[in-house]
């Protein structure tokens, strides 16, 4: 340290030090460039950030709205229940955080985990439901941990119940877990994951009536969700209860009725189109849906070959047989190949292009008129009329009288069944139309399909004489409006040229066939004029029918009965379809008789 | 031993500057902990006075004697750094504290200014025009050495802050280009071998946050992100004193120590950042000046030393928390809550004003 007196040449030191501090008065200025960016413009982006981190936003689920029967008896209400969710970002171990919840709550961990991977493409800090209808322990349980565990949140929500079980179950509905699919869907953009939906029945159908308002409350939350403070809170709104027209009893009893059957029964007005019963059978049980199925029982459910999930009323697909034979005569009065007086020889059997048809009964019914073909439902009679028209003509009024197209009920699924044309043949089969053919669609067989619903709306089209009606379970008068009247308007006779008195001749063929020994027979009360229409139709077709008939092989036919009541001014139209149910008068004409025996008890004695 | 003369050549105006910056500190610590457990502030302000008997130690003895010294208190460093990895307590993650009561010392830090009075020495008497392979060698190791035991502590931020000391003496010292080149080829190694070899997840997650900012926001990205928005919903004009809500309801990590600037950004917006910078600007300011007033060799070395630590450790912290660095755990000077490093700054300004106000011969 010799140099301490002497001023030594710093120079080149010091310039090589003026080099460094400009280095780093040009960082400053980059520091201040970048904050600039970041505060003045992308203030707005970071802003909105910073407002998603600090407030959280809850719906407060509305409950449900109640359903209804006509009487008011509660069909569809809801119970507290209360479920657990899961908030990945609020735990530090995931993993960790998996196993202490499947201990808790006894979920097996893989199912655990399976359950949350579904909705993996959640956006951050969305509470996963984990487990729902917890029991009060559990509730404790996760409660207790709330501390320890804040990725663990209870939420108490409203449980839609089914008070009478399977009653009604096809009508109803059932709910369940919205799916990812279905969120991205814009008829579900305000819902939320794990989130009840309405799949089927009037659940679906009036499902954005059903949910009411949903309720919000905002809160100001610190980073581990501790609520700081209240913004704003909106209650939640439920909706009206829905009004339907279904009556109690009478689905009850119509359900009793298909115990032990696989069919369909549908009751309803046909001078409104109010459907007081709609039964499908085998059915299932609503609230499972809610629980959640176990996976074998889900599979036993969807599995099952008696289809317990279909709605058969309107769905289920069937060869109308007879009761096509209705239809058949309106067409040909209609078009005029035939009059009320117009008689064909019934000798059993009947050869038409070459092959042989036959009547069900084997020793004939002679010479009939209309009205006794009706009564007996004799099928020579009606292959004459089939030999004397054109399938193209056919098709037309069998469309125009409502069938191959949906009633219009308001139930999703709706099926519409066939009526065929040689068009459709072409199309489908890639083949042409067989004259034969023709013979079979007369008497109901052949490619022809309809679902009971229908038949029951064409039921009630020949009782209120050209008079269609939409089916519907909703009683529009209440909280909800919606129209039901048929786009055919009430001008439809005149446009089509459909002549009143057409009905009264078959509806005195349908009387006949009930209460003057006809094959309806069986469905006959005394005093109530039920006017109705037997049917049992092939399952298989006619060779092979015919082959197993030489072998005393019984092949079980579906059954079918539709009929209404009183004949001059109708009230009530009943349909019964029992799957593999034999023949209609024996089997469906009978329970077609204590529902009307039934509604008159209810409705007519009471008066 | 300190004559009146002397005390009329104390840098007032560094000195104002000082405890400006360690006020506005206290204050952004008392914003910050508001809803936490303690006091920080008290305990700031009672570091500010401690740091302040430093201060006052570091520039009333000649910084001649203390250069002269510097071996000893470098080898008094070694000592400690090494007796902690011994028998050091583990204390959040690291062995780096001295407990004193009820404060820890961090031996690391003071490291750091006793490194500058030995870097000071060692080049008292080098006045080649370029820096020599034996300099460089000499330097390197001597902050090599407790660089290699803080980052065995571990502690990566505090072992990162010894680079600059020699950036500035080397730069002081005249590197050559080739040796730049050289040293860059060198750091590229350590950097790969450090990588496989060294580097905890949690470190390289740290870096690959750096360059991948969105990537896992709520894990290695969840700091710079929330600090981020802490800034940058500031706005202009801020979100006002206790008002912001990154800050006050616990978005922001570590906000009263290292990401107390989010804290400043957030509640007082763009001005309030802009006049911090501008107040730091101006201190690093009268440090530079202060490396042309130097009378001596020693002297330039220590100041500059000096004023690029300081630059160097307020960059990096204000760079990092606007995600342009990686999160390396460098505290901002002055202002972040915490003891040792503020009596190490304290320490490190006191030597600047002792050089400055002995700079003329005879005094």
């Known amino acids: ?607 | 031993m300190i004559d009146r003369r002397l005390l009329s050549e104390i840098d007032w105006i560094l000195v104002g500057l000082l405890l400006l910056n360690s006020a506005l500190g206290c204050f952004l610590i008392y914003s910050a902990s508001s809803q936490g457990p303690g006091d920080p502030y008290l305990r700031q302000a009672a570091f500010i006075l401690i740091s302040l008997v430093g201060l006052f130690l570091a520039f009333s003895l000649d910084y001649k004697i203390l250069v002269a010294y510097s071996p000893y208190f470098y080898f008094l460093g070694i000592l400690a750094l090494a007796g902690l990895l011994l028998w050091g307590r583990l204390i959040a993650g690291t062995k780096s504290w001295i407990r004193l009561a009820s404060f820890g010392l961090q031996p690391s830090e003071l490291m750091r200014v006793f490194l500058i009075l030995l870097l000071a020495r060692l080049f008292a008497d080098f006045r080649r025009t370029h820096l020599s392979v034996g300099m460089l060698l000499l330097s390197g190791g001597a902050v090599g050495l407790p660089l290699v035991l803080v980052v065995l502590q571990p502690d990566l931020g505090t072992a990162a802050s010894y680079l600059p000391l020699l950036l500035a003496v080397f730069v002081l010292a005249g590197i050559t280009r080739r040796q730049v080149a050289l040293l860059l080829i060198l750091a590229l190694v350590l950097g790969v071998v450090g990588w496989s070899f060294f580097l905890t997840n949690y470190q390289k997650n740290r870096l690959v946050t750096l360059i991948l900012p969105g990537h896992d926001p709520q894990g290695a990205g969840y700091q710079i992100q929330q600090s981020k928005i802490a800034i940058g919903s500031g706005g202009l004009l801020g979100k006002g004193f206790k008002q912001g809500s990154q800050s006050q309801l616990n978005f922001l990590p570590a906000r009263h120590t290292d990401f107390i600037f989010s804290v400043l950004g957030e509640e007082f917006g763009f001005i309030g950042v802009l006049a911090v910078i501008l107040s730091y600007f101006f201190l690093l300011l009268r440090l530079f000046q202060a490396v042309g007033l130097s009378r001596d060799r020693p002297g330039v070395y220590i100041v500059f030393q000096v004023a690029v630590l300081l630059s160097f450790q307020f960059l990096v912290n204000v760079f990092m928390v606007i995600g342009l660095f990686p999160v390396t755990g460098i505290p901002l000077p002055l202002l972040s809550s915490g003891g040792s490093s503020l009596l190490a700054s304290y320490l490190c300004l006191g030597l600047v004003l002792n050089v400055r106000m002995r700079r003329f011969v005879n005094i």
């Open chain 1, 1 to 607: 340290m010799e140099s301490n007196r002497i001023y030594e040449d710093l120079s080149g030191v010091q310039k090589r030090a003026n080099r460094l501090r400009v280095a780093i008065e040009v960082l400053f200025l980059v520091l201040v460039f970048f904050y600039w960016k970041t505060q003045i413009l992308d203030h707005r982006k970071y802003w909105k950030l910073a407002e998603k981190n600090r407030i959280r936003e809850t719906i407060i689920p509305a409950p449900r709205g109640l359903v209804l029967d006509r009487k008011g008896i509660i069909l569809v209400k809801n119970i507290g229940s209360f479920k657990t969710s899961l908030i990945r970002e609020n735990t530090p171990d995931l993993e960790r955080s998996y196993r202490s919840i499947s201990q808790l709550l006894g979920l097996p961990l893989e199912e655990l985990k399976k359950r949350v991977a579904k909705y993996r493409a959640m956006p951050p800090f969305k509470p996963l439901p984990v487990k729902e209808d917890l029991s009060l322990e559990e509730v404790t349980l996760v409660d207790a941990r709330r501390l320890e565990m804040p990725e663990l949140i209870i939420e108490a929500e409203p449980k839609r119940q089914y008070p009478f079980g399977s009653f009604a179950v096809h009508v109803l509905g059932y709910l369940q877990e919205i799916s990812a699919e279905e969120l991205r869907t814009p008829r579900y953009q305000d819902r939320r994951l794990g989130d009840l939906i309405g799949k089927t029945g009037l659940e679906a159908e009036y499902e954005p009536f059903l949910i009411g308002r949903n309720g919000r409350l905002v809160e100001v939350v610190d980073s581990q969700g501790r609520k700081q403070g209240e913004v704003e809170k909106l209650e939640p709104q439920t909706s009206p209860s829905l009004q339907l027209n279904l009556d109690f009893d009478l689905q009850k009893k119509a359900e009793s009725l298909l115990e032990g059957r696989e069919g369909a029964i549908i009751v309803l007005d046909p001078r409104t189109g109010c459907v007081l019963a709609l039964a499908s059978y085998p059915t299932f049980e609503p609230n499972k849906f809610i629980h959640r199925f176990t996976p074998e029982e889900w599979q036993a459910v969807v599995q099952d070959p008696a289809t317990p999930l279909e709605n058969r009323a309107i769905r289920g697909l069937y060869s109308p047989g007879s009761i096509f034979k209705l239809t058949m005569s309106l067409a040909a009065l209609n078009l005029d190949v035939i009059t009320e007086r117009t008689s064909f020889f019934c000798g059993g059997e009947i050869t038409l292009y070459g092959q042989p048809f036959s009547c069900w009964a084997a020793g004939g019914h002679g010479m009939l008129d209309l009205t006794s073909a009706i009564r007996n439902s004799c099928n020579i009679y009606f292959y004459n009329l089939g030999k004397r028209m054109r399938i193209e003509d056919i098709a037309r009024q069998a469309q125009l009288y409502g069938f191959g197209q949906l009633t219009g009920i308001d139930l999703p699924g709706e099926k519409e069944g066939l009526v065929p044309t040689p068009e459709w043949k072409k199309a489908k089969k890639k083949a042409a139309w067989y004259p034969g053919e023709t013979i079979s669609v007369a008497i109901g067989q052949g490619p022809l399909l309809v679902t009971p619903l229908q038949v029951a709306a064409h039921t009630a089209f020949i009782a209120n004489r050209g008079r269609k009606i939409v089916p519907h379970l909703l009683n529009p008068a209440t909280a909800i409006r919606r129209d039901f009247q048929s786009p055919d308007g009430a001008d439809f006779l005149l446009r089509t040229g459909l002549r009143r008195s057409a009905f009264d001749k078959v509806i005195k063929g349908m009387w006949e066939s009930v209460n003057r020994e006809g094959t309806g027979r069986a469905a006959m009360i005394e005093g109530f004029d039920i006017c109705g229409k037997t049917g049992s139709t092939q399952t298989i077709s006619t060779e092979s029918a015919e082959r197993l008939a030489q072998r005393k092989i019984e092949v079980k036919t579906h059954s079918w009965f539709t009929g209404f009541a009183p004949k001059d001014k109708p009230e009530v139209v009943v349909t019964v379809l029992v799957e593999y149910g034999g023949g209609g008068g024996a089997t469906a004409a009978p329970l077609a008789r204590q529902l009307f025996e039934y509604y008159r008890e209810l409705y007519q004695n009471g008066k």
